[in-house]
């Protein structure tokens, strides 16, 4: 079976994991989204897309952001990216 770790489990690791001063103001920002999700956020992605939360961003003929991913990344992640400003409440 293919799988894939979760990256919404990933990012919250990375925010416990900064130091103080970052750690709280990343806090104040993304703990109303972890308050939000289920404890299946952390679940790995089993037969699903490979990217499944990324494909759940919405579409755009005029993009906010786009993805990324090394051809060489092996990790089972792709990054997304801002291309320009995205105001507060804009999808």
């Not at 750690?23 to 703990?31: C, D, L, P, R």
């Not at 494909?55 to 060489?72: I, L, Q």
Request: with cysteine; glycine share 2%; net charge negative.
């Amino acid at each position: 079976d293919l799988v894939v770790a979760s990256p919404v489990e990933d990012y919250f690791l990375y925010i416990d994991d900064l130091k103080n001063s970052d750690k709280e103001e990343a806090v104040k920002i993304t703990q109303p989204n972890l308050d939000a999700l289920s404890e299946d956020y952390s679940v790995c992605c089993q037969e699903t897309a490979f990217f499944s939360l990324q494909s759940c961003m919405n579409h755009s003929c005029s993009p906010n952001a786009k993805s990324f991913k090394k051809d060489e990344d092996r990790d089972g992640q792709a990054t997304i990216i801002a291309v320009r400003p995205i105001r507060k409440g804009e999808e």
